[in-house]
């Protein structure tokens, strides 16, 4: 098979080929990084590559094949992650100048977990800086969306979707605490999940608010998310917060249909006027396509969603400024004129004003769960519109300035469910007028993960969208 | 209504705590401090009227006791 075949072979795919041996994993990390060599200078997917690592473990991997030992279905495959998880001895710079020096002397959980499970890294991926929101002059080059790459491809994940997407690699790390996962896939058409929070460790995750976040993962595919969630998943004793259930055996799911799977749609997600018609338009196809499949199509009500932006940022925001709050007394210009801002405006929210909206995300939290007890998943547009132009440094300007403002409420249709906690993801669920992807998010009730790849599956085999490329 | 700080107020608060503001970030800080502080108000206003039990939220979310407004009716 040629190098150029193996590209946007799914994960499941790869893998049968290295098990069968029909081709090894020294090759496929070869065609990979050839791949990567030849678009990501106009990409600006990757910060750092590992090509002489990547290439050791391949061998290893190569090794254990040829013993008959076989990890799973992951062992060969390679991955790359967001530049916000550790890597033993590989630069981890969180997107930003701060950080350019950091050298990890451990493996993330779920970095770790992914090698462990025979995963190959690749390298690391661009990102937003500090993972909190647009960045002016990103400081390891400009991300760039592979269906035009005059436009973005969202964030904060915007390496791991845009990798995805370009076949630099089948499947990546990224990590969402207001939509950075979802929004990116959204914009990429590629399928991102934030697990449940508790889900994944988030050992080795350089986050912003430790109550949102969660590293997921994007791939083409449900069934290719699915395998890489089942290995990151599980309990962490370093990282006590994680849930102690059982990981379930996602993919076995999969391929088991809609029928009766009742689907809420959220009316004030829905309805919102930011949401651009014909995004709506595409959630509202892709929701016929369930329902023909056996699907039973509702609208929910969720008043107070329509308030979680504000929720949201009196949690999340003072918790980065507390955060970063040494880094905005000791260096602040080494951090990017734009999350400087916010993080100074963080800085100087009253204390009692925040927390007494704060307390509000168990009112939604509780709302979300009651329509959740009438209904087996929610849907709801993933981004407001498709992926926005790159702007030059020069333009980006104010809170007035249009763009921005556009930018920071891309996250209004995610964030809720950072808030709640719920497992959410974004599937690829059509394209606008100028061949740019938009998603369909779907929530589940927590820890039932199965219940959204579920239905992305079956929405994924009925419209085929993830069977485009993007024209690089 | 904005909360109406003037950049000179949001300067004194940030040196408050120990933050300085260069003049290249106050007016922006200024707006968008103001815009936080007016969508959070408004919110509060809005939701958290009334006495509020100290026990968890019951199933639908509502934790004011009815008829207990602390605003005029």
């Known amino acids: 098979m040629g190098a150029t075949e193996l590209h946007f072979l799914d994960v499941r795919e790869l893998g049968e080929l290295l098990r069968r041996r029909e081709v090894s994993a020294v090759e496929v990390v070869q065609a990979f990084l050839a791949r990567i060599e030849a678009l990501d200078a106009k990409l600006g997917a990757f910060i750092t590559v590992t090509a002489d690592a990547s290439l050791a473990a391949a061998r290893r991997a190569d090794a254990e094949l040829a013993r008959g030992k076989v990890r799973g279905p992951l062992h060969g495959i390679p991955f790359a992650v967001k530049d916000a998880l550790w890597t033993k001895g590989i630069r981890t710079t969180n997107g930003s100048r701060l950080f350019g020096g950091f050298v990890p002397d451990r493996d993330a959980t779920a970095v770790a977990r992914m090698r462990a499970a025979g995963a190959i890294l690749l390298g690391k991926l661009n990102m937003m800086e500090l993972g909190f929101g647009p960045t002016r002059e990103p400081p390891f080059g400009v991300p760039r969306n592979p269906w035009d790459l005059a436009r973005t491809p969202g964030g904060s994940s915007s390496g791991s979707a845009a990798a995805v997407a370009a076949g630099l690699v089948p499947v990546s790390l990224g990590a969402d605490t207001g939509g950075s996962i979802r929004l990116p896939a959204s914009f990429c058409g590629v399928l991102g999940l934030k697990p449940t929070w508790g889900r994944v460790s988030r050992f080795g995750l350089m986050g912003i608010c430790e109550r949102f976040e969660s590293a997921g993962p994007l791939a083409a595919t449900a069934a290719d998310c699915a395998l890489a969630l089942r290995a990151i998943a599980g309990y962490d004793p370093r990282d006590r917060q994680t849930s102690r259930r059982p990981v379930s055996d996602y993919a076995a799911v999969l391929g088991t249909g809609v029928q009766g799977v009742r689907i809420g749609v959220v009316r004030e997600l829905m309805e919102s006027a930011v949401v651009e018609p014909r995004v709506r338009e595409a959630v509202e196809a892709a929701l016929v396509l369930l329902e023909r499949a056996g699907a039973n199509v509702e609208r929910v009500s969720i008043p107070l969603i329509a308030f979680s932006s504000e929720i949201y940022t009196a949690i999340a925001e003072p918790q980065a400024a507390a955060h970063y709050r040494r880094y905005l007394l000791e260096r602040p210009s080494d951090i990017d004129v734009l999350p400087r801002r916010r993080l100074l405006t963080a800085s100087l929210v009253p204390a009692s004003l925040a927390a007494r909206v704060a307390g509000l995300a168990g009112r939604l939290r509780a709302q979300v769960d009651e329509a959740l007890a009438h209904v087996d998943i929610l849907a709801a547009p993933t981004t407001p519109s498709a992926a926005t132009p790159v702007r030059s440094a020069a333009a980006v300007g104010s809170a007035e300035d249009e763009w921005t403002t556009a930018v920071a409420g891309r996250s209004l249709l995610t964030n809720p469910f950072n808030v709640t906690g719920h497992p959410a993801l974004s599937v690829p669920c059509g394209f606008m007028a100028e061949n740019l992807p938009v998603g369909l998010q779907l929530i589940g009730r927590p820890f039932r993960e199965e219940d959204v790849l579920r239905v992305a599956d079956v929405y994924q085999s009925l419209a085929g969208w993830h069977g485009r490329r993007p024209p690089l | ?73």
Do not use: K
């Open chain 2, 1 to 73: 209504m904005s909360a109406g700080l003037t950049p000179e107020q949001v300067e004194s608060l940030a040196a408050a705590i120990g933050l300085t503001i260069t003049a290249d970030d106050l007016a922006e800080v200024t707006v968008r401090l103001n815009a936080t502080l007016e969508s959070l108000t408004a919110l509060d206003r809005r939701e958290n009227i009334g006495v509020e039990s100290a026990a968890p939220a019951p199933r639908g979310g509502r934790r004011t006791v009815p008829g207990t407004s602390a605003l005029p009716s």
